[in-house]
């Protein structure tokens, strides 16, 4: 599953200093099986920014890629960043 993970997120150009950037679509960072019940999508979507937030990741702007977010992280951190945002929701 890790590695099925790591190809979800799409490297993207680094930030001023050189640290690298991924972006991932929300809906990979919710819980697998997870019953949404009456949410909307964008409320859905709202949820996981919120959670997201937290943990250093943000909405990314972009009309090439909507519903994304963006981490601020190397590709080792990524599948510890989906568990602990997935833990919060």
């Not at 679509?25 to 919710?30: G, P, S, V």
């Amino acid at each position: 599953m890790i590695d099925r993970l790591i190809m979800d997120f799409i490297r993207i150009k680094s930030d001023v200093n050189g640290n690298p950037r991924f972006v991932v679509h929300f809906l990979t960072l919710e819980p697998e099986g997870a019953d949404h019940g009456a949410l909307t999508i964008s409320e859905r979507y709202q949820r996981v920014i919120k959670a997201a937030n937290k943990l250093g990741g943000r909405k990314y702007h972009n009309k090439a890629y909507g519903g994304g977010i963006v981490f601020q992280a190397y590709e080792c951190e990524l599948p510890r960043l989906v568990a602990m945002i997935r833990a919060l929701l």
